[in-house]
């Protein structure tokens, strides 16, 4: 119950904020935050829950976007069948990738990841019959539900809001159910796991499954509040700011993703003033924070807690 009333006060804080003052480039950023942290909560379910590395998660998010676009555009179809769409089809792609590549482990893991990231951005390129090749797709509609339009900057924000919060329900009764415990004792000792009869390969592979489809949420949210996509914006470096987010906020911790998407998304959009030197001051900053907090900002608010007062409070 305790939990419950800090969502809804959080979610009213939320709702509150736009009010506080800010114009459509805050309410932009702003709405960045939730898409990240949506495609974030996904990674932290295969990284920090699982243990299993990903570094090809932008693919999924670009799937997710170019599905969604091309359903609203090219096949006339409202946004609601565009976001389901972007579900079901990152959520089977991450399923047939996921069942292979995750027999292997650690660094071949990771590569295979990125060689999989790599070959879904050069089919954006190269295909330019359906996916407009590297110019991209602009003109996407906004997010349209039961007739009503978010075609105001204030609305595209309450749209994001209100599908992060589903997200994040989604996630965290996902975390807290007997899926969850079996993905953490998967990463815990995956021998120990399957001496409790717990099946690895179908248990990660669910969990990467389910991770992507998080993913496919994010990239038909950017593609239809951007209005404009292109296979630039995910190559190995978004995937690596994906990958970042969770770390800097705290792998395997409930709200870790969240935090780490506003700090991500702020630092990025802040050092832009900076032009040629912001990827520099960008990297320094982030390697300072896994450094010096390399349990990320929540983990290291837990240790900080448990030190202070002798326990934890639950997330």
């Not at 007739?147 to 204030?154: A, I, R």
């Not at 320094?284 to 900080?304: A, D, N, Q």
């Amino acid at each position: 119950m305790k939990s419950i009333l800090v969502l809804v006060a959080v979610v009213g804080a939320l709702c509150v904020l736009p009010f506080l003052g800010g114009n459509a480039y805050t309410l932009h950023i702003y709405g960045l935050v939730g898409i990240y942290a949506i495609v974030a909560m996904g990674l932290n379910l295969v990284f920090g829950y699982t243990g299993q590395i990903s570094l090809g998660h932008a693919a999924y998010f670009a799937v997710g976007a170019y599905i969604s676009a091309m359903t609203t555009i090219d096949l006339g179809m409202p946004y609601i069948i565009g976001l389901l769409a972007a579900i079901v089809a990152t959520f089977i792609l991450g399923y047939l990738v996921g069942t292979p590549s995750l027999k292997l482990e650690g660094a071949y893991l990771g590569m295979a990841t990125i060689g999989f990231g790599e070959i879904v951005k050069m089919t954006l390129v190269n295909w330019e019959d359906v996916t407009r090749g590297p110019t991209g797709i602009s003109r996407i509609p906004q997010p349209e539900l039961f007739g009503l339009d978010f075609n105001t900057p204030l609305l595209r924000y309450y749209f994001v809001l209100g599908v992060a919060v589903i997200a994040f329900i989604v996630y965290w009764n996902l975390v807290r159910s007997h899926y969850g415990t079996r993905f953490v004792a998967v990463r815990d000792s995956a021998k120990a796991a399957s001496a409790m009869g717990i099946d690895l390969q179908r248990t990660k592979t669910l969990a990467f499954a389910i991770s992507t489809a998080f993913a496919g949420v994010g990239g038909s949210l950017y593609a239809h509040v951007n209005r404009y996509i292109a296979p630039d914006a995910f190559g190995l470096g978004e995937s690596i700011n994906l990958l970042v987010m969770t770390v800097i906020g705290g792998m395997g911790t409930l709200v870790g993703p969240i935090v780490g998407a506003a700090v991500v998304v702020y630092l990025r959009e802040s050092l832009q003033v900076l032009a040629d030197f912001n990827m520099l001051i960008y990297g320094l900053l982030l390697m300072l924070l896994m450094v010096f907090v390399p349990r990320g900002l929540i983990g290291s608010f837990k240790l900080f807690w448990q030190k202070r007062w002798g326990h934890a409070e639950s997330q």
